[in-house]
């Protein structure tokens, strides 16, 4: 299959641009497309065979639910029931924007394969201009992950859509790079309070400003079995293991010393400020305490590493105030819990 790349930046809200990208889907393919977090794969929700398309492109596990996407708010009620106040306080506040909302689902809707083993649907409406085109000019909801190969970090551009999934998919609608680059905050309705099951671009503290105190599962990690299914798998990882580690410049030239030592090159990602000290590849991601700088450029300099020859990669950590939440959680995956020892 050839993969097609159109780039959509101007008259975003022209219909023709999306009109090979909606014949695609009508006819149960699979497109890539932006959102204001990070690319997304796209299939018709309803459409059982095209959302398995899905999972043969990713490599994803087939017990992943994926998030529906919505180009208007009143679609909600098409696909969700037992929607609350507080609920509709959020949606009026956030959406279109990085949260994802689960609900009870209306069964019979939407196709079977996108909520696999639950009882609930993860819905969000993007904030994106040719994320809103194409829901707009389809006029139907979208399934879709990221749009990387699963594990991989998930792609802020259309280039890293390219590099994961050309010859698997037909088209790649690029929008340029994304702005938050952290997906969405996965917040379960269904609970009370609701529960942060992924930590993302709209923060804990945002929520809890309209709707008062609500729980989060990544603040106490390994307590209980994680209810969002897609956080048990290897996530985001690089080629090259990685380790996190303080943020202490002392202490990590003493450790790129010592790696160096023992023959490793050494990629590096850190703050702006930090400067290469040392290691091998060096990957600024934004001034320190910049976490929204932070998140916009983590998957990017992950990536950057596997175009390195890197044996070991460190990356520096940051607080967890605002979207330093979810930055910490994608690193802490990424590094499959490992924090570089001296
Ligand atoms: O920002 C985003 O959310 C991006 C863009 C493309 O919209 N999408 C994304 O999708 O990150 P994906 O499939 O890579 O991650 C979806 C996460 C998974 O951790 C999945 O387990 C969880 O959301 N999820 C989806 N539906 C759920 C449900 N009904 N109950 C619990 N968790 C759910
Ligand atoms: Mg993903």
Known sequence: METKVVIVDNFV??????????????SGGVVAFPTETVYGLGALATDEVAVQKIFEAKGRPSDNPLIVHIGDKEQVFNYATGISTDAEKLMATFWPGPLTLVFHKIPGIIAPNV???????????????????LLRALGEPLAAPSANRSGKPSPTEAAHVHKDLDGLIPLILDGGQTGVG?????????????????????????????????????????????????????????????????????????????????GKKVALIGPDELGITGADWYFAIGMAGNNEAMATNLYGALRKCDLTEADLILAVETDLAGVGAAVMNRLMKAAEGKHFIY
């Open 13 to 26: 809200g022209n219909k023709k641009n999306y009109e090979q990208a909606v014949d695609i889907l009508k």
């Open 115 to 133: 909520t696999p083993g639950v009882e609930t649907v993860g819905i969000r409406m993007p904030d994106h201009p040719v994320a809103l085109g």
């Open 182 to 262: 952290v997906e969405s905050t996965v917040l379960d309705m269904t609970t009370i309070p609701p529960t942060i099951l992924r930590p993302g671009g709209t923060t804990q503290e945002m929520i809890e400003s309209i709707i008062g105190p609500v729980n989060s599962e990544t603040k106490s990690p390994g307590e209980q079995a994680p209810r969002s299914p897609g956080m048990k798998y290897l996530h985001y990882a690089p080629e090259a293991p990685l380790y996190v580690i303080n943020y202490d410049a002392v202490k990590i030239c003493a450790a790129i010393d010592k790696l160096h030592a023992e």
